[in-house]
């Protein structure tokens, strides 16, 4: 059974940093792409960040409004996904979520991953 966990959320101010992590199991992990996506009180899931898997070149996909502030990274050996959230801004508050779909490529639609984790709540206050 896959399962992916995610950790690390929590209260900021803006201008702070966090930084996510999100730890698999049960999948072959340095076969997937992985991503960050996240939801807000008023929109749908939309995508933050994705990291195709080394074989297909380690490729990265950050959002428009992320681009400058945010990096993502993985760690195969420890099967986990991790995404740095610097200069944080009251909109970046949003539910968190980390995915994966084995497969190459960067995907950036939620339809295209498989496997999702519980999420975790960012708050970026002013």
């Known amino acids: 059974q896959v399962q992916l966990v995610e950790t690390g959320g929590g209260v900021v101010q803006a201008g702070g940093s966090l930084k996510l992590t999100c730890t698999a199991s049960?999948?072959?992990?340095?076969?997937?792409?992985v991503g960050w996506f996240r939801q807000t009180k008023e929109g749908g899931r939309e995508y933050v960040a994705t990291?195709?898997?080394?074989?297909?070149?380690?490729?990265?996909n950050f959002a428009d409004f992320v681009k400058g502030r945010f990096t993502i990274s993985r760690d195969d050996a420890k099967s986990t996904v991790s995404l740095q959230m610097n200069n944080l801004k009251s909109e970046d508050t949003a539910i968190y979520y980390c995915?994966?779909?084995?497969?190459?490529?960067?995907?950036?639609?939620?339809?295209?991953?498989?496997?999702w984790g519980q999420g975790t709540q960012v708050t970026v206050s002013s």
């Open positions: 995915a994966a779909t084995i497969g190459p490529g960067a995907p950036t639609f939620p339809s295209q991953y498989d496997h």
């Open positions: 049960g999948l072959l992990f340095s076969s997937a792409a």
């Open positions: 990291l195709s898997r080394a074989l297909s070149g380690g490729n990265t």
